[in-house]
C-alpha cells in the first residue's frame, strides 16, 4: 500500500482556516502530534480503524450528513489537516482546515443491486478493496462510506473509516457512540456496562502483623511480576523474543497488505453462563474460547498434508512448545463516560483526547485439551497473573522513551506478537446512528504489522467476533470464525455435562 506524502501548508494559510473555521480550533491549531500518532503513519503501521454499522433500515444520506456537523466535526481532529511540522524533523502537527463533507461521505451507486449474488461477500469485498487505500492527507482523515445493500444480518451497513493517528480505540469508539441515541429515548446516549475491576490485592482489609505481612507479600508479587514482565518487553521490543512461526503469524511487511474482516455473532447470555459458573469474568471466558478457537484452528492447518483429514482433525497434530502471544492495547487513562465525550464535542475540547496507549503481552497455550473448562482456566490464571503487574504502564512510557529517543523502526515492536486482541464493551441497549436503529456493530482495523486482529466487542445481548486478516496468511477467516463458535458451544456443554451449576438458576441470575 503506497504511503501518500504529508501536504505542506503554509503558516499565513495555516491562520486564514483557523479564522474561517472559528475560535474553537485554536486548541488544536498548530499542535504538533504525538510520538505515539506519528508511529501510526509509518510504512508497516500505517493503521487505520474502522467500524461496520449494520443497521435495520436504509441509510439516507440527506439525514446522516447534517448531523455530522452538529456531532463529529465539532470535534477539532476531523476538522484538522496533519500537515509538516517544519521545526521537527520527521514531524507532524496539525492545522485547522474547511470541511467538504462531500469528498468524507461516500455513497457508492449500487446500480446491479439486484444482480449481486452474495451480498455479504460484496460487503466484505467492498471493506477490503479500503484496505488497500489510504485517505489523502490533504484532507482530514476520516470518511463515511454508505451501502444501501440488505445482507444476511442488515438492511443497510455504515462504514466508518478514520485514521489511527486521530486517537486509540477507546476514544474514537465513545466519539462514536455519542453520535448514537438509545432507541427507547432518542434524547438520551447509550450506556456502556461498568469495566472498572477490583485489583488483586483489593480484598485485604484489617491490619495488625499478619495484614502487613499480607501487603509485604502483594507488594512484592506485583514487583516481581512486573520485573519479569518489563525483561520479556524489552527482550521482544529488541528481536530477541519472537512468536513461532505458525500458519496464524504474519510476515515482514504483512502491514501494507489487503485485510479481508469477516464478523460472526453469538448469543451473549452464552458466555454469561459459563462465567457464572466457572465464577470467572467474561474476559476470562472470552480469551478461554480465543484460546480453544485458535488450538483447533491451527491443530487443522497442522494436520492438512495428512490424507485423512477427518482423522487429522481428531488428532493432536500440534508441535509441541508454540509460543503465541497477543499484543493487548490498553488505554491507561481514565475512560470518560458517553455523555462527557458527547458534552467535548460540543465545546470543541480535546480534554482526554490522543493515543496514550499501554500494552500487555498476552501469552495463549496452544493445545487440546480433553476438557474444554481447561481453556478458560487457563486464561483466568493469565490473566490474574497479567492484574498483578504494572506492565501496561512500564511498556507506556518505555514505548515513549523508544519513539522519542530510538526512532520509530524500533517502536514496531508488535510485529514480533502472533495477532493483536482487544475486547470492548458495547451499549447494552439498542441504539440508532442518526434515525437509523442499528443491527451490529465490528469494529476493526487495518495496516497492522501481524496476520491477526480479533476484536470482540458487545451489543445488547450479543457478542460479535471481528476478524482482520491478512488472506495471504489466513485465507479461510469464515473457518476460523466456526472455530470460535464451536469452541464456545463445547465449552457451554461442558459446563452443562458436569452440573457445575442448574442452567436455570444461572438464566434467572443473569437476567
Known sequence: ??????????????????????DHHHEEGGQPLSPMARMFHEPDSNIYIIVMLGCKTK???????PNLNHSLLKHPRFTSLQVVDETVEGGLKWVPTKVDLDKHVIVPKLDTINSIENPDRFVEDYVSNLSKTAIEM?????????????????ESVAVFRVHHSLGDGTSLMSLWLASTRKVSNPEEVPTLPSTTTKRADSSVSGGGFRGCL?????????????????????ATVLGFLKDTETPLKGGRGCGSNSRRIVHRTVDLNDVKFVKTAMNTTINDVLLGVTQAGLSRYLNRKYGESTIDKGASE?????????????????????IPGIQEVADMMKKGSLARWGNEIGFVLFPFKIALRDDPLDYVRDAKAAIDRKKSSLEVYCSFYMAKYFLKFCGMKLANFPSQTTLWFSNVPGPREEISYYGHPAAYIAPSCYGQPNGLMIH????????????????????DPHQLCDDLEESLNLIKRAVSDKGLVKEEAITKKIE
Open 1 to 22: 500500500m503506497a504511503v501518500l506524502e504529508p501536504i505542506k501548508v503554509k503558516r499565513d494559510a495555516a491562520e486564514q482556516a483557523i479564522m474561517e473555521n472559528g
Open 59 to 65: 441509510l439516507d444520506p440527506e439525514v446522516i450528513k
Open 138 to 154: 490533504s484532507i482530514p482523515m476520516w470518511d463515511l462510506h454508505l451501502l444501501n445493500i440488505r445482507t444476511s444480518d442488515a
Open 214 to 234: 499480607v501487603k509485604i507479600w502483594l507488594l512484592f508479587i506485583l514487583i516481581s511480576n512486573t520485573c519479569v514482565d518489563v525483561v520479556m518487553f524489552l
Open 314 to 334: 481428531r488428532k493432536n497434530n500440534l508441535p509441541k512448545n508454540i509460543r503465541l502471544r497477543a499484543t493487548f492495547f490498553i488505554n491507561i487513562r481514565p
Open 456 to 475: 470482540v466487542v458487545s451489543y445488547v445481548n450479543k457478542l460479535t467476533f471481528v476478524l482482520s486478516v491478512d488472506e495471504g496468511r489466513v485465507p
